[in-house]
Each structure stands twice: as C-alpha cells, then as structure tokens.
C-alpha cells in the first residue's frame, strides 16, 4: 500500500475550513506540562500531524458545586488558594475562561496552527477519578467510588447539572474565542461524562439517567452559542471493559444520538478501572497487556452504526498506536480515517513525516514504559520531551577526545549527543553491542518490548559518527590508549549483596536474565527488600511464568510504591494469575536447610518458608569505577554517569546522558 494514503487530507465538514492536511492527529496527553513548556513541546511536533486535541478545558476542574453564596464568599479570601471564586450563576463566570486563559490557550492554538495543523481544545472534568486534593468534592452522576484512586463522589443534584451544562458552554465558548478550530469532550476513561452515558456508574432515575441525555444536551447547547463553523466531537469508548458498564452496542447507540451534533468522533477503549474483572485499568497503556482487537472491533461496530442511521462522520481511532505499519492498516482496513498518537509523539516527534515517507524502520517506537503519565513528563526513547531545546547540538569551540565507558542509556546518549557537537569520541563496552543493562532486562517477558529501544540506540551510534568498540574490558591499560581528554563512566551498578545467612548459593535477578534457573519444581523465594520499582516483579514474573512456586517478599507495606499506579495494577493482575503469592513486611534473617526464615518488618513476628531456592531482587548499587577515588588533579577530567552515579530508572539514565552530551 502507498504509504502516502496518510497525506491525504480530510474534510471535517461544517460551514467553517476545517480540513486536515493528513490523516495524524495528536491526542491530549499534555498535562503534566506547563504553559510555558507546552508551547514549545507542541510546536516542536506540529509540522507533523493534520490536527491537534489539546487539553485546554482547564477551568472545568474548579467546578464548583457549593452554593452560589459560598462561593461568591471566596472570591474576597484571595488567601484561599483553592478555592473556585466565580459559580456559574454568577453573571460575571460567562467571562472568566476568556479573561483567566484566553492568553495561554491562545499561545497553544497558535503553536499548533502556525504549521497549518489544526487545533482543537478538549473540555476535560476527572469527575470521581481525580488525582489531586483540590479540597472540593469530586463529582459525578451517581456516588460510585472512583476505581484509580478511590474517591467517593459526590451525586449532582438537577440544579447542579444545570450549573455544569452552563459551565462545559462557558468554558467551550472560550476556547473558540481563543482561536482554537474546534471544540471535543472527553466522555471516555471512567471521566464525569463517561460516567452519565455507563450504565454501571449511572444509577439515576430522573431525566439524566438515559445515557446520550447529557452529551446531546452539551452538544445543542455548545453548537447554538459557538455557531456551525467550530468542530464539535466527542471522545468515547467503544467498550468500558467492565461487568455492568457500557458496551460497544451502547457505544454504538450513544454515537447515534449525539452524531448530529459532531464533525468527527474520537473513539478508543477502556477505563480507569483497575480493581474488578481481572482487567488493568486503561489495559492499551501497557505493552504486555495489550490487545489491537478490541478497540478496532468496537471502533469499526461504531462505525457501522452510524452509517446504517445515515449519520457517518469521521471517525478517529485511539490506542497505543506505535508503528507506522499498524497506522496504514487502520486507513486501508477501512476502520477509521484519523490516526491518533499521543506516546508515539513523545518518543517520536517525527513519527508522522517519517511514516509518510515510507521511512518504517527510522521511528523510534514507545516502549511502553509509562514514564510520560509521571510528573515531570520524561521518555527514555526521548530524552527531549518535554525539555525541547534544552540539548541542542551547539557545535563545540574546541573539539575534544572523549572516552564513554559503557554504552547502556546513559553512555550511550552521551556519546551521541557529544559527537553531534562535534567531538571526537570513542564508546567501549565489555558487551557486544550497545543497551548496558537494558540487553538482559529485554529478557523479560514483562519488558521484551523494551528491545526497540536497543535497535534505536544502534542506531543512533552508528548514525552520529561515535567509534563504538564492543567487547572490550575497561582496564587501566585500555582506557589510558584511548589518549581522551575527557572520561565518562557509565559503567552501571550491580546487585546489592547478600545480608542474612545462606548455607547455599542464592540467585540474583541478573543471572535470572541472563538464563540460569533454580532446579526444576522447587518452591522460590524471591526478597525484594526495600525496592521499590520493577526487580522484584521481574524475577517473580519470568520464574512462575516458566512454572515455578514462587514467593515475593518485600521489606515494605505496599510492593512497587515508585511504579506508575496503572502499570504495578496490570503487574499484579499478571503475577496472581501466575500464582505468585505476595507478602509483604516481610524481612529475611537466614537460609538453611531449605528453609527460609523470616520475620516481620513492624512487630518481628517470625516465620519460616519452604525455599528450595532464593532469588535476591532487592535493588543495585553502583559499580565501583577508577573515578570514585579521590586522585590528584590530571589533565584528563572523569565524571560519573548514570547508575554508576546512583542507580535509579533507565528514563533518569538515557537524561543523564542527554544533559552531559549537550554541554560536556
């Protein structure tokens, strides 16, 4: 197939122009930043796409549901940094999008629009799945606790529903005003809106319990203040994925009733539930888990639906969309006419240019890590997200001999981003190729995907003119004929060592990686200490996947407390149905005999367990480099890179290097 079908534009319709130059749009993902990064960030990957979703609803997360009088009583305590000044009763709350965001939201349409994409701001309200204490009550139809983060909402009553229709027109019509094309509500993902058309959230019984009622009264009242000329959509899911909630029949219903209303509907799959019918919450977020069918199933029955009522509109797919291949077959298979990418785009800001090019095998894919839904947004694929210009390749004044010891993320990174400025470096490796760490962890079945990283690092080695020497030991003799000016260790870390009594040899989850396996059929105990992130869940994963009794223990109440909340759900949901049992407050004092003893973390209550084998997966330290000694000045510079400053994750490592590349 041409891979130019992408290029093709498309007509949204309407009295207004509003058409995509190409078939990419990017969708909102863009929260955790700022106003004055954002500008930058869009811009930096706008002369890609044919169109933009923006979060620029903003001021709807301040919904107010106190009374009139209270909240006019906020706006003279400006000390009240949280509370919400204007209700929208009050006459003067039809202005107050426009004069608070009028500005800002303009600088993103036009960092957009420059290009010649268009920009459309997104109304979005978190309803009973709010991340934040914004010391007002969430929100929603009905009071179901929100599934992420556990939050009891608080039911609107019909006048408060009034309130918020007024609210969502308000703030919609200052979008317009701002100079945004269009306007689209988020009714997906568990989100207030999604809850009043999910027939498992809405428990109602008057006027506002039939699930399209809402969204189609927003929509008449959205088109009759901002005319025909703006784009209207709405972004739904064709499947919630739960026991009770709204399937893609009811999808496909929903997007009947509100179709006279949109330009084009945004459709992807899942919700924010994550604790009910073995599912992970929003489950495309996450490689391992998944699944392309669903969401094209459901966007194409949706499809089919609105065609069958006369009422076809253009219809955008959403959803871990990662290869520029998966993108073609959406357009060719006939199940959409708009591409959406969001972590595509942060791993790849050009990702559309090279998809329509034909150039495949230059996108550097999302791995999947969820490292951008943290605060600050980072990407191990892309250490400029979010900080775009910050490593520019300024040529060097003087270009220097720079020895890189280590080509993981950070080493390799660094080399990189120091040879583009013209230096001249040389990047050694004990390992036959580049990725460090990283070429054993792809071992994993939790991270294979994390490969594609390896290929881009290649890549990229071979690309910027770094003399890459694989498989060559970092001895005082070598890296003195390596005649640098400059030396960077990014030699990484090692396992933490043994610190309770074994009377056998204990397993590391490196070995594991690296293919040796307890004997076969006896019970495991894998002690995670007190880490925090994945090594724990690695080596349970690849050893009760492989069909061993396996027993994780952790030093700490919770397990994973610094994995991103969706991912460690999935995580869990994987390791129950593999059996692994979890204890947690767990500390090991001794292996003899086959016995592990334990005892517990707060209290000392002891415990024994069976342990034909012990797996230590408690964390790393750094490896121990010539440049920790404190040696007399030379003439030739040292510095510490990556985890052999300190262990940390692969997105702090592959920044570290970025940063040290861009200025060394």
């Known amino acids: 197939m041409n891979p130019n079908l992408l290029a093709q534009p498309l007509d949204l319709g309407g009295s207004g122009s509003l058409t995509l130059r190409n078939r990419f749009v990017m969708t909102p993902h863009l929260g955790r930043l700022g106003a004055i990064r954002l500008p930058t960030y869009l811009a930096r990957r706008a002369p890609g796409y044919g169109m933009a979703i923006l979060p620029a609803g903003a001021g709807m997360l301040g919904f107010p549901v106190y009374p009139p009088e209270i909240v006019a009583g906020l706006e003279r305590g400006r000390s009240d940094q949280d509370g919400v000044p204007l209700h929208p009763a009050d006459p003067r709350y039809a202005n107050h999008h426009q004069q608070k965001y009028g500005d800002v939201l303009g600088a993103f349409a036009n960092a957009v629009q420059q290009f010649g994409s268009l920009a459309i701001g997104q109304v979005h309200h978190p309803g009973a799945e709010q991340s934040w204490d914004s010391f007002a009550p969430a929100i929603a139809p009905s009071a179901i606790r929100g599934d992420e983060f556990g939050t009891v909402p608080h039911a609107l009553t019909a006048r408060e529903i009034g309130h918020l229709i007024d609210a969502y027109v308000d703030t919609s019509a200052s979008i317009v005003a701002a100079g945004f094309d269009g306007v689209e509500l988020h009714a997906s993902h568990g989100y207030l809106l999604n809850r009043f058309i999910s027939p498992y959230y809405n428990r109602r019984t008057d006027e506002w319990a039939a699930g399209p009622t809402l969204l189609a009264r927003l929509l008449e009242a959205i088109r009759e203040r901002v005319g025909d000329a703006p784009s209207l959509s709405i972004r739904l899911q064709a499947d919630e994925e739960i026991t009770g909630g709204l399937t893609t029949d009811g999808a496909s219903d929903v997007a009947v009733a509100v179709a006279p209303y949109l330009n084009f509907l945004s459709v992807s799959i899942g919700n924010h539930t994550g604790l009910r019918d073995n599912r992970p919450a929003t489950s495309y977020t996450s490689p391992w888990l998944n699944e392309y069918g669903p969401a094209l199933d459901g966007a194409q029955q949706v499809r089919r639906a609105l065609s069958d009522a006369g009422l076809a509109r253009p219809l955008l797919v959403t959803g871990r969309i990662t290869s520029a291949a998966f993108a073609r077959g959406i357009l060719e298979n006939g199940v959409a006419d708009m591409v959406g990418l969001a972590r595509a785009l942060i791993a790849d800001p050009d990702f559309p240019a090279k998809a329509i090019a034909g150039k495949d095998a230059e996108i550097n894919r999302c791995i999947g890590c969820n490292e951008c839904v943290r605060v600050p947004l980072s990407c191990p694929v892309n250490p400029d997200a979010g900080r775009e210009g910050a490593h520019e390749s300024v040529p060097v004044d003087q270009s220097r001999r720079i020895a890189v010891i280590g080509a993981g993320p950070a080493g390799a990174n660094l080399a990189i981003r120091a040879a583009d400025r013209g230096h001249d470096v040389v990047l050694i490796d004990r390992a036959d190729g580049v990725g460090g760490m990283l070429r054993k962890l792809v071992n994993s079945p939790l991270l294979s995907e994390w490969s594609a990283m390896i290929e881009q690092l290649e890549r990229r080695v071979a690309e910027s003119g770094v003399e890459f020497r694989p498989g060559v030991v970092a001895t005082e003799e070598t890296v003195s004929g390596l005649k640098a000016d400059r030396v960077v260790w990014a030699t990484g870390s090692i396992a933490l060592p043994l610190d309770f009594d074994a009377d056998s040899a204990v397993h590391?989850?490196?070995?594991?990686?690296?293919?040796?396996?307890?004997?076969?059929?006896?019970?495991?105990?894998?002690?995670?200490?007190?880490?925090?992130?994945?090594?724990?869940?690695?080596?349970?994963?690849?050893?009760?996947?492989?069909?061993?009794?396996?027993?994780?223990?952790?030093?700490?109440?919770?397990?994973?407390?610094?994995?991103?909340?969706?991912?460690?759900?999935?995580?869990?949901?994987?390791?129950?149905?593999?059996?692994?049992?979890?204890?947690?407050?767990?500390?090991?004092?001794?292996?003899?005999?086959?016995?592990?003893?334990?005892?517990?973390?707060?209290?000392?209550?002891?415990?024994?367990?069976?342990?034909?084998?012990?797996?230590?997966?408690?964390?790393?330290?750094?490896?121990?480099?010539?440049?920790?000694?404190?040696?007399?000045?030379?003439?030739?510079?040292?510095?510490?890179?990556?985890?052999?400053?300190?262990?940390?994750?692969?997105?702090?490592?592959?920044?570290?290097?970025?940063?040290?590349?861009?200025?060394?």
């Not at 293919?515 to 994963?541: M, N, Q, S, W, Y």
């Not at 003899?592 to 003893?597: C, D």
């Not at 790393?620 to 010539?626: G, H, K, S, V």
């Not at 007399?632 to 300190?646: F, I, K, V």
């Open 508 to 664: 590391t989850t490196e070995e594991l990686l690296e293919g040796k396996r307890p004997p076969a059929g006896v019970p495991v105990v894998v002690v995670g200490g007190a880490e925090p992130h994945l090594e724990p869940f690695i080596a349970a994963d690849l050893l009760s996947a492989e069909g061993w009794s396996v027993t994780l223990i952790s030093e700490r109440p919770v397990f994973g407390t610094d994995i991103e909340p969706r991912t460690l759900n999935a995580i869990f949901g994987r390791l129950m149905r593999q059996g692994v049992r979890l204890m947690p407050m767990t500390r090991p004092l001794a292996w003899e005999r086959g016995v592990l003893r334990t005892e517990q973390t707060f209290g000392g209550r002891a415990e024994a367990l069976e342990a034909g084998a012990v797996v230590l997966a408690r964390g790393r330290l750094a490896a121990a480099t010539p440049a920790d000694a404190d040696t007399p000045e030379t003439t030739t510079q040292t510095y510490l890179l990556g985890d052999a400053l300190a262990p940390r994750r692969m997105t702090h490592a592959a920044l570290e290097g970025a940063r040290f590349g861009a200025n060394i």
